[in-house]
């Protein structure tokens, strides 16, 4: 078996391979050798569990879900990678590689004709030019899948994860937060890459809930409001609202008051309940 995060077995392997890193596809390796065996272990993945992972580089990552789950689907886009990994994981027969853009698969087709009933998990070092388009389909789409482990930007984290209601709370912490219970679990250096990218990195994972803990009656509605809500953070809510989702500002108005709030609250000061009990509001005055 290879040792996937000894640079000189690495180079060797892309030597030979003549591969060259593609900064565009955001190929940075992991060659930190506590990384993998940490993400996979702390991802929730078991004997009995399916895994899809997104982009396997070399495969570090497969290699280590593959030890530890029952089948693992890796998703990735680049062909000069295939020859490559039919070296490194071919000790494995529980790895199917499928050569494709994961913003064009079809996913919840991937389950149902890979995975045989088996939990599903995500797990990946994620491309990062990607990391909120994969991360909202993978929520929206309300797939099967108990729980996203993934490597993402530190900022990227630390925005997902914030508190809803809290400064550093955004547009894509409401929607996460409404789909998953979201947390950190570890922080990767950049240098723990090869090539190392600008930015230091963090392992987050998010556990799929089973229904929302907020009832909104009008799902489009409510996000709608969130997005202009937080589009442009400096104003009041009722402002940005009002300017960014074509809800009439009386109304957007009326509904702030009518909720108890502040006439000067800004998005980020609000709650997922009050965010809730907002939409709810607007969605009544509309009528
Ligand atoms: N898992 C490996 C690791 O941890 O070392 C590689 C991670 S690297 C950050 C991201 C991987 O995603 C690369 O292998 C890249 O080719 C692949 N990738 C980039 N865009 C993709 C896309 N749209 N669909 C599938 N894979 C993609």
């Known amino acids: 078996?290879?040792?996937l995060t000894d640079i000189g077995t690495i180079k060797d392997i892309l030597g030979r391979h003549g591969f060259h890193f593609s900064k565009a596809l955001g190929q940075n390796f992991i060659v930190n050798p506590s990384v993998c065996p940490r993400m996979a272990e702390e991802s929730g993945i078991d004997e009995n569990c399916g895994v899809i992972e997104i982009g396997a580089g070399i495969g570090v990552l497969t290699a280590e879900l593959a030890k530890r789950a029952k089948k693992v689907v890796v998703i990735e886009i680049d062909t000069k990678l295939l020859p490559i990994l039919d070296e490194t994981l071919r000790d494995f027969d529980n790895i199917e590689i499928i050569n494709q853009d994961v913003l064009k698969t079809d996913l919840a087709a991937l389950i149902r004709e890979k995975f045989d009933g088996m939990p599903v998990y995500v797990c990946a070092n994620l491309p990062y030019y990607i990391t909120s388009p994969v991360i909202m389909a993978l929520l929206e789409s309300r797939l099967p899948i108990e729980a996203v482990?993934?490597?993402?930007q530190k900022e990227a984290a630390q925005r997902i994860c914030a508190p809803v209601g809290s400064?550093?709370?955004g547009a894509v912490t409401v929607a996460v937060d409404y789909y998953a219970h979201a947390q950190k679990l570890f922080d990767v250096s950049a240098g723990s890459f090869m090539p190392a990218p600008k930015v230091d990195s963090c392992v987050i994972r998010m556990d799929i809930r089973k229904t929302p803990e907020i009832g909104i009656t009008d799902e489009s509605l409510f996000f709608r409001m969130v997005h202009a809500a937080f589009g442009q953070r400096r104003k009041t809510a009722a402002n940005s609202i009002s300017a960014g989702s074509g809800?009439?500002?009386d109304i957007v108005i009326k509904a702030i008051e009518e909720c108890g709030f502040e006439p000067s609250v800004r998005a980020e000061g609000?709650?997922?309940?009050?965010?809730?009990m907002l939409s709810e509001k607007i969605s009544m005055l509309m009528k």
């Not at 609000?270 to 809730?276: D, F, G, P, R």
């Open 1 to 3: 078996m290879y040792n």
């Open 149 to 152: 482990t993934v490597m993402v």
């Open 167 to 169: 400064r550093l709370s």
């Open 247 to 249: 809800i009439p500002k």
């Open 270 to 276: 609000l709650t997922m309940k009050e965010l809730a």
